[in-house]
Antibody, heavy 118, light 112 residues
Protein backbone atom coordinates (compact mmCIF):
# COMPACT_ATOMS: atom_id res chain seq x y z
CA UNK A 1 0.00 0.00 0.00
CA UNK A 2 1.00 3.64 -0.34
CA UNK A 3 3.25 4.78 2.47
CA UNK A 4 5.12 8.01 3.12
CA UNK A 5 7.73 8.56 5.80
CA UNK A 6 9.25 11.86 6.88
CA UNK A 7 12.81 12.09 8.15
CA UNK A 8 15.07 14.87 9.34
CA UNK A 9 16.26 16.77 12.41
CA UNK A 10 13.73 17.33 15.18
CA UNK A 11 15.50 20.44 16.44
CA UNK A 12 16.60 23.42 14.40
CA UNK A 13 18.16 26.63 15.65
CA UNK A 14 16.55 29.99 14.89
CA UNK A 15 17.71 31.57 11.61
CA UNK A 16 18.92 28.20 10.29
CA UNK A 17 17.37 26.06 7.56
CA UNK A 18 14.91 23.26 8.24
CA UNK A 19 15.44 20.26 5.96
CA UNK A 20 13.13 17.27 5.71
CA UNK A 21 12.92 14.32 3.34
CA UNK A 22 9.95 12.14 2.52
CA UNK A 23 10.42 8.58 1.30
CA UNK A 24 7.58 7.13 -0.75
CA UNK A 25 6.74 3.45 -1.14
CA UNK A 26 3.90 1.53 -2.72
CA UNK A 27 3.48 3.96 -5.61
CA UNK A 28 5.72 5.44 -8.26
CA UNK A 29 6.79 8.97 -7.38
CA UNK A 30 7.17 9.48 -11.14
CA UNK A 31 3.48 8.87 -11.79
CA UNK A 32 2.01 11.80 -13.65
CA UNK A 33 -1.19 11.46 -11.67
CA UNK A 34 0.10 12.93 -8.44
CA UNK A 35 1.84 15.86 -6.86
CA UNK A 36 3.75 15.56 -3.62
CA UNK A 37 2.97 17.97 -0.82
CA UNK A 38 4.29 19.26 2.45
CA UNK A 39 1.78 20.31 5.11
CA UNK A 40 2.38 21.45 8.67
CA UNK A 41 0.34 21.59 11.86
CA UNK A 42 1.20 24.28 14.37
CA UNK A 43 0.54 23.37 18.01
CA UNK A 44 -2.99 24.40 18.90
CA UNK A 45 -3.75 25.68 15.42
CA UNK A 46 -4.96 24.34 12.10
CA UNK A 47 -3.09 22.74 9.26
CA UNK A 48 -1.21 24.82 6.72
CA UNK A 49 -0.35 23.69 3.20
CA UNK A 50 3.30 24.56 2.46
CA UNK A 51 3.53 23.58 -1.17
CA UNK A 52 3.85 20.74 -3.62
CA UNK A 53 6.18 19.35 -6.28
CA UNK A 54 5.60 17.32 -9.43
CA UNK A 55 7.94 14.50 -10.45
CA UNK A 56 9.33 16.77 -13.17
CA UNK A 57 10.43 19.24 -10.52
CA UNK A 58 7.79 21.91 -11.06
CA UNK A 59 6.61 23.44 -7.82
CA UNK A 60 3.83 25.49 -6.32
CA UNK A 61 4.33 27.16 -2.96
CA UNK A 62 2.03 28.81 -0.45
CA UNK A 63 2.64 32.52 -1.15
CA UNK A 64 2.96 33.24 2.58
CA UNK A 65 6.05 31.00 2.71
CA UNK A 66 7.28 31.27 -0.86
CA UNK A 67 10.31 33.44 -0.09
CA UNK A 68 11.71 30.84 2.33
CA UNK A 69 10.64 27.51 0.79
CA UNK A 70 12.24 25.25 -1.72
CA UNK A 71 11.36 21.69 -2.69
CA UNK A 72 13.14 19.07 -4.71
CA UNK A 73 12.49 15.54 -5.90
CA UNK A 74 14.79 12.57 -6.45
CA UNK A 75 12.83 9.98 -8.41
CA UNK A 76 15.66 7.43 -8.29
CA UNK A 77 15.50 7.40 -4.50
CA UNK A 78 11.68 7.76 -4.40
CA UNK A 79 12.14 10.84 -2.25
CA UNK A 80 11.11 14.45 -2.20
CA UNK A 81 12.43 17.13 0.12
CA UNK A 82 11.58 20.38 1.84
CA UNK A 83 13.88 23.22 2.81
CA UNK A 84 12.59 26.14 4.86
CA UNK A 85 15.12 28.90 5.50
CA UNK A 86 15.45 31.53 8.23
CA UNK A 87 13.26 29.64 10.65
CA UNK A 88 11.81 31.14 13.81
CA UNK A 89 9.80 29.74 16.71
CA UNK A 90 6.70 30.27 14.58
CA UNK A 91 7.90 27.45 12.33
CA UNK A 92 7.70 24.93 15.16
CA UNK A 93 5.15 22.38 13.98
CA UNK A 94 4.47 18.81 13.00
CA UNK A 95 5.47 18.49 9.35
CA UNK A 96 3.68 16.02 7.10
CA UNK A 97 4.47 14.84 3.63
CA UNK A 98 1.56 13.67 1.53
CA UNK A 99 0.36 12.56 -1.88
CA UNK A 100 -1.62 15.31 -3.55
CA UNK A 101 -4.14 14.91 -6.35
CA UNK A 102 -4.62 18.70 -6.43
CA UNK A 103 -8.23 18.47 -5.29
CA UNK A 104 -7.60 16.00 -2.50
CA UNK A 105 -4.64 14.94 -0.40
CA UNK A 106 -5.18 11.22 -0.10
CA UNK A 107 -2.19 9.70 1.67
CA UNK A 108 -0.16 11.22 4.49
CA UNK A 109 2.95 10.36 6.41
CA UNK A 110 2.80 10.06 10.17
CA UNK A 111 4.38 13.47 10.61
CA UNK A 112 7.53 14.64 12.31
CA UNK A 113 7.78 17.29 15.00
CA UNK A 114 10.28 20.02 14.27
CA UNK A 115 11.08 22.41 17.09
CA UNK A 116 12.86 25.69 16.46
CA UNK A 117 14.87 26.60 19.52
CA UNK A 118 18.38 27.62 20.46
CA UNK B 1 -7.08 30.88 13.29
CA UNK B 2 -7.90 28.19 10.72
CA UNK B 3 -9.22 28.94 7.26
CA UNK B 4 -12.20 26.61 7.72
CA UNK B 5 -14.21 26.62 10.95
CA UNK B 6 -14.98 23.44 12.84
CA UNK B 7 -16.28 22.91 16.38
CA UNK B 8 -13.46 22.11 18.77
CA UNK B 9 -15.21 19.06 20.16
CA UNK B 10 -18.26 16.85 19.82
CA UNK B 11 -19.36 13.81 21.74
CA UNK B 12 -21.85 10.99 21.50
CA UNK B 13 -22.74 7.64 22.96
CA UNK B 14 -22.18 4.31 21.23
CA UNK B 15 -24.84 3.68 18.61
CA UNK B 16 -25.76 7.34 18.24
CA UNK B 17 -25.07 9.60 15.28
CA UNK B 18 -23.05 12.79 15.35
CA UNK B 19 -22.42 15.52 12.80
CA UNK B 20 -19.34 17.72 12.48
CA UNK B 21 -19.62 20.96 10.53
CA UNK B 22 -16.99 22.71 8.44
CA UNK B 23 -17.73 26.29 7.44
CA UNK B 24 -15.88 28.23 4.80
CA UNK B 25 -16.68 30.77 2.11
CA UNK B 26 -17.84 30.91 -1.48
CA UNK B 27 -14.17 30.79 -2.54
CA UNK B 28 -13.68 27.36 -1.05
CA UNK B 29 -16.37 25.10 0.45
CA UNK B 30 -19.22 26.92 -1.24
CA UNK B 31 -17.50 27.26 -4.58
CA UNK B 32 -16.57 23.69 -5.50
CA UNK B 33 -17.18 20.04 -4.68
CA UNK B 34 -13.65 19.30 -3.48
CA UNK B 35 -14.28 18.98 0.23
CA UNK B 36 -12.51 16.17 2.06
CA UNK B 37 -12.62 14.77 5.58
CA UNK B 38 -9.87 13.03 7.52
CA UNK B 39 -9.70 10.94 10.66
CA UNK B 40 -6.58 11.07 12.78
CA UNK B 41 -5.87 8.75 15.66
CA UNK B 42 -3.15 9.82 18.15
CA UNK B 43 0.31 9.29 16.76
CA UNK B 44 -0.96 8.10 13.38
CA UNK B 45 -1.16 9.55 9.91
CA UNK B 46 -4.38 11.30 8.91
CA UNK B 47 -6.67 8.93 7.03
CA UNK B 48 -8.90 10.13 4.19
CA UNK B 49 -12.51 9.10 4.88
CA UNK B 50 -14.52 11.36 2.56
CA UNK B 51 -13.54 13.14 -0.67
CA UNK B 52 -15.43 15.29 -3.15
CA UNK B 53 -18.02 16.12 -0.47
CA UNK B 54 -19.64 12.69 -0.17
CA UNK B 55 -17.47 9.96 -1.68
CA UNK B 56 -15.88 7.27 0.45
CA UNK B 57 -12.53 5.72 -0.47
CA UNK B 58 -12.48 1.96 -0.77
CA UNK B 59 -12.45 0.30 2.64
CA UNK B 60 -14.02 3.18 4.57
CA UNK B 61 -17.11 2.23 6.55
CA UNK B 62 -20.46 3.37 5.20
CA UNK B 63 -21.16 4.72 8.69
CA UNK B 64 -19.24 7.79 7.50
CA UNK B 65 -21.09 10.15 5.18
CA UNK B 66 -20.57 13.67 3.91
CA UNK B 67 -22.77 16.44 2.60
CA UNK B 68 -22.68 20.14 1.82
CA UNK B 69 -25.07 23.08 1.92
CA UNK B 70 -23.89 26.47 0.81
CA UNK B 71 -20.61 27.31 2.52
CA UNK B 72 -20.90 24.55 5.12
CA UNK B 73 -19.89 20.93 4.71
CA UNK B 74 -20.81 18.23 7.20
CA UNK B 75 -19.49 14.85 8.24
CA UNK B 76 -21.95 12.45 9.83
CA UNK B 77 -20.91 9.33 11.69
CA UNK B 78 -23.74 6.94 12.38
CA UNK B 79 -23.77 4.00 14.78
CA UNK B 80 -20.92 5.46 16.83
CA UNK B 81 -18.31 3.00 17.96
CA UNK B 82 -15.53 3.39 20.51
CA UNK B 83 -12.96 3.11 17.72
CA UNK B 84 -14.37 6.28 16.12
CA UNK B 85 -12.88 8.38 18.92
CA UNK B 86 -10.32 10.52 17.11
CA UNK B 87 -9.66 13.96 15.67
CA UNK B 88 -11.50 14.84 12.46
CA UNK B 89 -10.61 17.66 10.11
CA UNK B 90 -11.92 18.95 6.83
CA UNK B 91 -10.21 20.41 3.82
CA UNK B 92 -11.29 22.23 0.69
CA UNK B 93 -9.79 23.25 -2.57
CA UNK B 94 -9.74 27.02 -2.79
CA UNK B 95 -9.86 29.38 -5.73
CA UNK B 96 -8.09 32.00 -3.67
CA UNK B 97 -4.72 32.89 -5.11
CA UNK B 98 -3.07 32.53 -1.75
CA UNK B 99 -3.66 28.83 -1.13
CA UNK B 100 -4.18 25.57 -2.86
CA UNK B 101 -5.90 23.45 -0.25
CA UNK B 102 -7.05 24.85 3.07
CA UNK B 103 -7.95 23.04 6.24
CA UNK B 104 -10.21 23.22 9.26
CA UNK B 105 -8.91 23.41 12.79
CA UNK B 106 -10.03 19.91 13.65
CA UNK B 107 -12.72 18.45 15.90
CA UNK B 108 -12.09 16.05 18.76
CA UNK B 109 -14.75 13.32 18.85
CA UNK B 110 -15.30 11.69 22.21
CA UNK B 111 -17.33 8.49 22.41
CA UNK B 112 -18.91 8.50 25.86
Amino acid sequence: QVQLQESGPGLVKPSQTLSLTCTVSGVSISSGNYYWSWIRHHPGKGLEWIGNIYYSGSTYYNPSLKSRVSMSVDTSKKQFSLRLSSVTAADTAVYYCARDRLTVVDYWGQGTLVTVSS
Amino acid sequence: QSALTQPASVSGSPGQSITISCTGTSSDVGGNDYVSWYQQQPGKAPKLIIYEVSNRPSGVSNRFSGSKSGNTASLTISGLQAEDEADYFCSSYTSSSSHHIIFGGGTKLTVL
